[in-house]
């Protein structure tokens, strides 16, 4: 059965801290992994999108990684702001019809003065 | 503004009695999906259609019933709306299949008693 296990659960760390999240997966045949965050109420929005090839992607102060040998990703936070504040989302998808995701349960960041 | 919509965005009803949540999307996107949301458990795939007239079963398709009639729109139909169906929707659409961004709408808090 295809999974995504992300962790930690949740998270609390000081404005200008760094942080980083993890996220393993089972998911197979393999197509891409992607990063979202999701503020409060609010849909995901998508962070970065990374094939089986990319091993690093970044989008301003986020960056994910990927050990595809290892079904490992992890997303790097830099200089964190309040705004970082979110659950933040691993998605993998598999390869074949309908586009198949699968995703992780999330982490849900807190940043605090 | 390239975007999803969704509405209501929020729902009091009661069991049996069926309703509609639409679902329009302005970017020309093949992909549109239907999600869950509920705590713990993720995002989940109700339904999804690859495009115009074809429409496919997700995770948890039960209950629910989908039309895609048009390319900007993918109703989202509960014909006889029971409580374990309170949950948070999301609509979303993406280009194609497999490496494309899945845009995802503001969602609909639905609460059936």
């Known amino acids: 059965k295809n999974q995504v296990e992300q962790s930690p659960q949740s998270l609390i760390i000081l404005e200008g801290k760094n942080c980083t999240l993890q996220?393993?997966?089972?998911?197979?045949?393999?197509?891409?992994l992607r990063w979202y965050k999701q503020d409060t109420g609010r849909g995901p929005v998508s962070l970065t999108i990374?094939?089986?090839?990319?091993n690093t992607k970044s989008n301003g102060r986020y960056t994910a990684t990927l050990d595809a040998d290892t079904k490992q990703s992890s997303l790097h936070i830099t200089a964190s702001q309040l705004s970082d504040s979110a659950s933040y989302i691993c998605?993998?998808?598999?390869?074949?019809?309908?586009?198949?995701?699968?995703f992780g349960t999330g982490t849900q960041l807190k940043v605090e003065l | 503004e390239a975007q999803v919509t969704q509405n209501p965005r929020y729902l009091i009803t009661v069991t049996g009695k069926k309703l509609t949540v639409t679902c329009s999307q302005n970017?020309?996107?093949?992909?549109m999906s239907w999600y869950r949301q509920d705590p713990g458990l993720g995002l989940r795939q109700i339904y999804y259609?690859?495009?115009?007239?074809?429409?496919d079963k997700g995770d948890v398709p039960e209950g629910y019933k989908v039309s895609r009639k048009e390319k900007r729109n993918f109703p989202l139909i509960l014909e006889s709306p029971s409580p374990n169906q309170t949950s948070l929707y999301f609509c979303?659409?993406?280009?194609?299949?497999?490496?494309?961004?899945?845009?995802f709408g503001p969602g609909t808090r639905l609460t059936v008693l």
């Open positions: 990374m094939t089986f090839s990319e």
């Open positions: 979303a659409s993406s280009r194609q299949v497999s490496y494309n961004e899945q845009f």
């Open positions: 998605v993998v998808s598999a390869t074949g019809g309908g586009n198949k995701l699968t």
């Open positions: 996220c393993n997966y089972t998911v197979s045949p393999f197509s891409n």
């Open positions: 970017m020309n996107h093949e992909y």
């Open positions: 259609s690859m495009n115009v007239e074809v429409t």
